[in-house]
Nanobody
Framework: QVHLVESGGGLVQAGGSLRLSCAAS????????IGWFRQAPGNEREFVAG????????KYVDSVEGRFTISRDNSENTVFLQMNSLKPEDTAVYYC?????????????????WGQGTQVTVSS
């Protein structure tokens, strides 16, 4: 069993930056793909970014491509989401999730373990 905890959310003005962290405890996530998802009020949860187990592959939803960067430090069992040029439409609760899969592609569904989420609010 792995326990995921997100941190780094907050209130920021449009154009600003935030760095989210997803720290894992219990089972190591070194062999897991990690995804970041978000859910805004009234919307379904959507995939935002993901990274494969080795960190060699990443994937982004089109709306954040070029603004967000996902990375991981397997020695620290932590995954990061650097969010730059934030927009009001990025406002949501952000969740990280883990899927134990040692492949070269980044899954966008099927994640088994989820954190509790962290709120990101971008003011205009």
């Amino acid at each position: 069993q792995v326990h995921l905890v997100e941190s780094g959310g907050g209130l920021v003005q449009a154009g600003g930056s935030l760095r989210l962290s997803c720290a894992a405890s219990g089972r190591t996530t070194g062999s897991a793909a990690i995804g970041w998802f978000r859910q805004a009020p009234g919307n379904e949860r959507e995939f935002v970014a993901g990274i494969n187990w080795s960190g060699g592959r990443t994937k982004y939803v089109d709306s954040v491509e070029g603004r967000f960067t996902i990375s991981r430090d397997n020695s620290e069992n932590t995954v990061f989401l650097q969010m730059n040029s934030l927009k009001p439409e990025d406002t949501a609760v952000y969740y990280c999730a883990a899927l134990y899969y040692r492949g070269n592609y980044v899954p966008t569904v099927g994640y088994a373990y989820w954190g509790q989420g962290t709120q990101v609010t971008v003011s205009s």
